[in-house]
């Protein structure tokens, strides 16, 4: 089983592909609805009507290096295995929003694993796009925003070995004093 930060990563790269300047994560764990939200959103190329309606099949995809793309596809089913639900909004030019529920509680849900590790990797490349990522438990709230962090940094980049490895572990603490 998938852990889910992986099917994040490749959504994301997605985005970053698509040119995005702001790249929005949220996780919303609803543990009291038994209710597990995921969504991604980005502001790069999007995609039109014709396109989105066969985006889902794992042989659409527009890369040049091999014709089956797997990222949506493999999280569509992740989501619906566990009676959850799956959707891409997306227009050209504005942008694409993707939104994946699950049931919290589904024998095959699969665990959300590393998110400091996910978005450390993101960080850690050198490409010039902001990301906010808020990861909510119940009714707890932790948020992470890259243009905060830069200011924070000054001078200093974000993709600085010790920075891209602080930023996993207080991404990885926050999340942890969230479930207390
Ligand atoms: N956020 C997005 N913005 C614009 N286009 C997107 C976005 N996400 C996916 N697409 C388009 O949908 C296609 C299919 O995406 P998908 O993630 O399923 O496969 P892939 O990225 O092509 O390959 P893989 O994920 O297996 O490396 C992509 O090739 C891209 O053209
Ligand atoms: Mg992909």
């Given at each position: ?10 959504l ?9 300047k702001?790249i929005?994560?949220f996780?919303n ?12 959103e980005?502001?790069?190329?999007g995609?039109?009507e ?7 099949n ?6 040049k ?5 797997l990222g949506?596809?493999l ?14 909004i ?14 919290y ?24 796009f ?6 909510q438990?119940n ?10 962090v ?15 490895l602080?930023?996993q ?12």
């Open positions: 089983m998938k852990e889910l930060s992986l099917h994040i990563l490749d994301v790269e997605n985005s970053i592909r698509a040119k995005a702001l929005n994560i996780i764990e609803d543990i009291m609805n038994n209710f597990l939200e995921i969504i991604i980005d502001d790069g190329n995609m039109d014709e396109f989105l309606s066969i985006v889902d794992p042989f659409t995809t527009t890369r290096t091999r014709n089956v793309g949506l596809p999280l569509k089913a992740a989501a619906i295995r566990t009676d959850g639900d799956f959707q891409i997306s227009e050209k030019e504005k942008g694409t929003k993707i939104v994946a529920t699950f049931k509680d589904h024998i095959d849900r699969a665990p959300i694993g590393n998110m400091g590790s996910t978005i450390a990797t993101l960080l850690s490349r050198v490409e010039k902001d990301l906010v990522y808020i990861h438990i009714n707890k709230r932790f948020t992470f925003s890259t243009t905060e830069k200011e924070f940094l000054g001078e200093v980049s974000l993709n600085t070995p010790e920075v891209v602080w930023i572990d207080y991404i990885n603490d926050n999340i942890s004093t969230l479930c207390k």
